[in-house]
C-alpha cells in the first residue's frame, strides 16, 4: 500500500487533503524551518535541565547526517524510526528484520549513536519485539496509553470517526498504573508513549490554540503524576509554533506539582529502569512483630514504607500513607511481614513482576498466608494473552495499592522524582522533498 492510499485509509480523503494543504506551510525546500523547529524544541526544555529524543527513518537520516548531528551535539538524543516511514504490521518478521538491519547499518555509516526504536504509527507487532530484542536495541517506544481527556460524546460525527481511527491505528491501552510505567520484556525495556498526541489533537480533532492542547496536555500530565508512571509525549517538531505553546505549558504544569517530576530523555528512562532492576529488599524477622531489612540499591534509589513503624530511623512523609527511609539497613516493627507472600505454585514470572513494579516480594508457604501483607496464588501464573496479561497485571496492581497493610517498595522514579516526562518527537521529513519521497520509499523496500 502506498502513502497516499494508507493516509486516506487511516485519516479519512478530508483529512488527507487538509494534511496536503499544512505539508506545504510546515516544511520548506530547504532544512531552515526545520532546524529552527528542532532547535526550538531544544531550547525549550534546556531551563528543565532537559532535552528531547527524536526519532529518524534512516534515509531521512542519510539525506540530512549534518542537521541531525548539529541536534546530537546540542543535546538531543536520536532513535530509529524505520528503514524508511512504513507499517511493520505490513511485514513478515524477515522483511522487519532486514529493513531494521539497514536501518542500523545507516546510523552506523552516519556515526549516530542510538538505543532506541519507535515505529511509524506506532505499528509494532509480536515479531517487532523480538526483533528488536534480537537485534540488541535497549528500549522501543510504541505502546500507546489512552488518556480520557477527551469528550468523545461532545465531537460531531466526522471528527469523532477520525478520532477514533487514530485510536484503532495506534491500538490504545487503557490508561491504568501498569500501563503508565516501562516494563522489560526479555532485555528490551518498552516504555509506554501516552495519548492524544499532537496530531490527534491539531489534525484530527482540529484543535487551533496550543493553549487548549497544553491544558489536555497537562491533564495528561496530572493523572501520570498520581500515578507514578511516565509520560512519554510524541509530537511532531514540524507544527512548530502550536507546539511550543502547548509545551511550554505541559511544562509549567509539570514543574509546579508538589513533588518534583523527572523531566528527561528516553535513554534516561532506560538506563534508569535497568539499575533499579537490580534492586533487592532482604527482610529477616528478629522477635515477633520486628524486621530487619537490608536495601540493596542504588544512591538514586527512594525506598517507601506503608504501615510499619521504623525503629530509631528518621523518616520522610512520601504521601498520606507511605514514608520515605533515608537508610539501607535498618529495622522496623509491623503486625505482618511487610511483603507480599508468593505461594510455592506460583510461576516465577509472577515473582519477577512484583520485583519490576518494586515490591518486596518472596516465597511463603500457605500456612504463612495471614503473616504476609498480601498473598498471592496464581498457579496459572499471569496469563496466555498479552492482553488477558495487561488485565491481570493491572489488577494486582490496583489490589496492592488498595492495601492497608505494612508493605516495603522501590519508588518507581529516581532521587525522589514523583513521576517522569520525557518529550517525544517523530521528524518524519525534514523537508518538502523528503515528505513527497515517502510515497516512492514506502513502496520501492
Ligand atoms: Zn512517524
Known sequence: MNLVSFSIKTKGPRNFARRLWTVFSRFGFSETRNRRSLETLIHELKPYQAAPTFFIPAVVLQRHPRLLADIEQAGAEIGIHGYVHNDYRQLSKDAQYTQTSRAIATFQQVKMPFQGFRNPYLGW?????????????????????????????????????GYQKSLALYRALSCTTYALRPHFEDTLLRIPTSIPDDEMLFDRLRITSGEEVGKL???????????????????HPERGVLCRQALSILLRTATSQPRPVWIT?????????KERARFTFTLQQTAPGTWHIVADCTERATILARHVQLVEQPTTTRNEHEVSVEARSFTLEALQCPAIGVSPETPEAVLAFLHEQGYAALRASEEERAS???????????????????????????????????????????????????ISGDIDSVTIQDFFLRILEVGSV
Not at 220 to 230: D, N
Not at 382 to 395: C, K, N, V, W, Y
Open 125 to 161: 507487532s509480536e515479531d517487532s519485539v523480538q526483533v528488536f530484542t534480537d537485534l540488541g536495541f535497549v528500549y522501543e517506544s510504541n505502546e500507546a496509553v489512552l488518556h480520557d481527556v477527551v469528550d468523545q460524546a461532545s465531537l460531531p460525527p466526522t471528527i469523532l470517526d
Open 217 to 235: 496536555w497537562s491533564l495528561v500530565m496530572q493523572h501520570v503524576y498520581e500515578l507514578e508512571g511516565a509520560y512519554v509525549l510524541n509530537l
Open 265 to 273: 530523555r528516553l535513554d534516561e528512562i532506560a538506563r534508569w529502569w
Open 372 to 422: 504476609y501483607a498480601h498473598y498471592l496464588h496464581l498457579p496459572a501464573g499471569l496469563g496466555t494473552s498479552r492482553s488477558a496479561q495487561f488485565e491481570m497485571r493491572s489488577d494486582i496492581i490496583q489490589q496492592i495499592e488498595g492495601l492497608t497493610a505494612p508493605l516495603l517498595r522501590f519508588a518507581c522514579w529516581p532521587s525522589g522524582h514523583q513521576a517522569a516526562l520525557s
